[in-house]
């Protein structure tokens, strides 16, 4: 197995207003940097500048009164989040998140949103050191039936979780130990160089959307297929500042 194994990684997640990357807003964010120095996490309350549905209130527990009365303007939370992110990457250190594809994607429209530069305009390009257990979850062990939720692969893989998920730190330590048990799990993922691990990933991630879509085709479903790129590109992520 490669030294990377052993971190240092950096976790990521958010909360948000609903389940529309390209639309919603983020609410709450965490970044959790593991290394051989222990864990240390940064967490933010953002106000999202719209209404927080109901729906979304209900799984996360933050109101739209509370992100208003508590939380940080959208564009200094967000240049914050997005900072600490390109360092990482521009260090060598991975980011982990789970279904990075929302995460990730959701930010970039953010920062596009406030007028802030994205993440891959700020690399150059796409963020080239991601893992995501879900998109490993899915290529490793893919005749596995039942649902990938978080919650679902920690009680697979026998993560133990000391608090409800839907905040955005417990989610992103709950993937760091998904992952952990990937690693063991899979040793063949440690064998990779991470960069080849990347566009392992991104490879998987585009077979699976393929399968799905050709799967709603034939069904006749309605709304929007998913996305073939597993993360978003610079182009994607241009819409209109507030």
């Known amino acids: 197995m490669h030294t990377w194994t052993a971190g240092p990684f950096l976790g990521f997640d958010t909360e948000t207003t609903g389940v529309d990357p390209h639309h919603d807003r983020i609410v709450t964010a965490a970044l959790v940097r593991r290394d051989a120095r222990g864990t240390r996490q940064r967490t933010w309350l953002i106000d999202p500048g719209v209404e927080i549905p109901a729906p979304a209130?209900?799984?996360?527990?933050?109101?739209?009164?509370?992100?208003?009365?508590?939380?940080?303007?959208?564009?200094?939370?967000?240049?914050?989040?997005?900072?600490?992110?390109?360092?990482?990457v521009k260090d060598g250190v991975p980011?982990?998140?789970?279904?990075?594809?929302?995460?990730?994607?959701?930010?970039?429209?953010?920062?596009?949103?406030?007028?802030?530069?994205?993440?891959?305009e700020r690399l150059g390009g796409t963020p080239a050191l991601v893992l995501d257990p879900l998109v490993m979850d899915r290529a490793l062990d893919h005749e596995r039936s039942g649902t990938r939720r978080l919650g679902d692969l920690c009680v697979h893989y026998r993560v133990e979780v000391p608090e409800d998920l839907h905040t955005a730190e417990v989610d992103v330590l709950a993937t760091l130990g998904v992952l952990d048990s990937l690693l063991g799990s899979f040793p063949e993922l440690g064998a990779r160089e991470l960069a080849d691990l990347h566009e392992w990933q991104r490879g998987h991630h585009r077979d699976w959307a393929s399968r799905v879509n050709a799967r709603r085709a034939a069904e006749g479903l309605g709304g929007p297929d998913v996305d073939l790129e597993w993360l978003p590109t610079a182009e994607q992520a241009h819409v209109q500042p507030v």
Do not use: K, M, Q
Request: charged content about 20%; glycine content about 6%; some cysteine.
């Open 57 to 88: 209130s209900a799984i996360h527990g933050i109101t739209t009164g509370r992100a208003r009365a508590e939380g940080a303007a959208p564009a200094d939370a967000l240049e914050e989040i997005a900072a600490e992110l390109v360092r990482a």
């Open 95 to 120: 980011v982990v998140a789970y279904n990075a594809c929302f995460d990730l994607t959701l930010l970039e429209h953010e920062l596009a949103r406030w007028a802030l530069p994205t993440l891959a």
